[in-house]
């Protein structure tokens, strides 16, 4: 996976988002669980557009 850099970056965004569930389920205070949720989404997000797309950047390919 190291070879092609959108399997690297899956790979990491898969693990980013592992973190952020796990935050987000530790958390003590409300605004502590939403920001880690809406951390781990946008995680999932640029995943499945990586993931579509075969770019390390996902969508953000064409304005970048």
Do not use: D, E
């Not at 850099?5 to 973190?19: D, E, H």
């Not at 935050?23 to 990586?50: E, P, R």
């Amino acid at each position: 996976p190291f070879v092609q850099a959108w399997l690297t970056v899956k790979l990491v965004l898969l693990a980013a988002y592992i973190v952020f569930g796990f935050k987000t389920m530790k958390a003590t205070s409300k605004f502590s669980q939403m920001l880690f949720y809406i951390a781990a989404l946008a995680c999932v997000s640029l995943l499945i557009s990586v993931a579509l797309t075969h770019n390390p950047m996902g969508f953000l390919s064409r304005w970048l």
